[in-house]
């Protein structure tokens, strides 16, 4: 009788740690899989160490109808510009926006490959693709038309990606990015030429005054 209560006992006990060892498994298992997904919804919000400055000036939607007469037209081309939105697509922290005059800043954008997307009457699915961006660049767009999908540059040889550098004067890296389509030299750029970029771009030309809040 004494051996086998000391065997039930014996079982009993290796009954339990084996119970125990079970559960802490699967505490475990839990525990890495909540941090291993969190982990990944967390990686598209990263806000970037090196971020990128995106500038430039919306000059019209493809397709708009203008009007005759030049008040009519800035009225017009004020209400659109007012009444248009942009963002960066798969990053949380962007600070920006778009001025009464069609000027837009974005800062905090992601390196290497990003969207800016823009919602405007005629064209609430605009975007504009960039890839190949570094770090740390300037990147200045003007004159952009936005359209369903995706946006055109009235003179894509304007558009201008800067990378501070410690120089004294402008240096053609031989590397691109692309930016809405178009292929664009990188330029290293005296780090006293870029403070204006965090500012608004001057669009100029006949257009309603900007107001920046």
Same mark, same amino acid.
């Given at each position: 009788?004494?051996?086998?209560?000391?065997?039930? &006992?014996?079982?009993?006990?290796?009954?339990?740690?084996?119970?125990?060892?079970?559960?802490?498994? %699967?505490?475990?298992?839990?525990?890495?899989?909540?941090?291993?997904?969190?982990? /990944?919804?967390?990686?598209?919000? #990263?806000?970037?160490?090196?971020?990128?400055?995106?500038?430039?000036? +919306? %000059?019209?939607?493809?397709?708009?109808?203008?009007?005759?007469?030049?008040? &009519?037209?800035?009225?017009?081309?004020?209400?659109?510009?007012?009444?248009?939105?942009?963002?960066?697509?798969?990053?949380?922290?962007?600070?920006? *926006?778009?001025?009464?005059?069609?000027?837009?800043?974005?800062?905090?954008?992601?390196?290497?490959?990003?969207? +800016?997307?823009?919602?405007? !009457?005629?064209?609430?699915?605009?975007?504009?693709?960039?890839?190949?961006?570094? *770090?740390?660049?300037?990147?200045?767009?003007?004159?952009?038309?936005? #359209?369903?999908?995706?946006?055109?540059?009235?003179?894509?040889?304007?558009?201008?990606?800067? %990378?501070?550098?410690?120089?004294? /004067?402008?240096?053609?890296?031989? /590397?691109?990015?692309?930016?809405?389509?178009?292929?664009?030299?990188?330029?290293?750029? !005296?780090?006293?030429?870029?403070?204006?970029?965090?500012?608004?771009?001057?669009?100029?030309?006949?257009?309603?005054?900007?107001?920046?809040?």
């Amino acid at each position: 009788m004494s051996g086998q209560k000391d065997y039930r &006992m014996r079982w009993c006990t290796l009954s339990f740690v084996r119970r125990t060892a079970l559960v802490a498994l %699967l505490c475990l298992s839990v525990f890495l899989a909540a941090c291993g997904g969190g982990e /990944k919804d967390a990686g598209i919000y #990263e806000l970037s160490s090196e971020p990128v400055s995106v500038r430039g000036w +919306i %000059l019209d939607v493809k397709g708009s109808t203008h009007a005759q007469a030049a008040e &009519m037209e800035i009225a017009r081309r004020q209400q659109l510009f007012q009444a248009t939105s942009l963002w960066v697509e798969k990053a949380e922290f962007a600070s920006g *926006g778009i001025a009464e005059n069609g000027a837009f800043i974005v800062l905090d954008v992601p390196p290497n490959k990003s969207v +800016i997307g823009f919602n405007a !009457p005629g064209a609430e699915t605009g975007r504009i693709v960039m890839d190949g961006v570094p *770090g740390t660049a300037d990147v200045l767009i003007p004159d952009v038309i936005l #359209e369903p999908h995706g946006a055109t540059v009235l003179d894509p040889k304007k558009i201008v990606v800067r %990378l501070p550098s410690d120089g004294d /004067k402008r240096v053609v890296t031989g /590397k691109t990015a692309t930016v809405a389509g178009y292929k664009v030299p990188i330029v290293l750029t !005296p780090l006293a030429e870029m403070t204006d970029r965090r500012d608004y771009p001057n669009p100029g030309g006949f257009r309603p005054v900007a107001v920046v809040k």
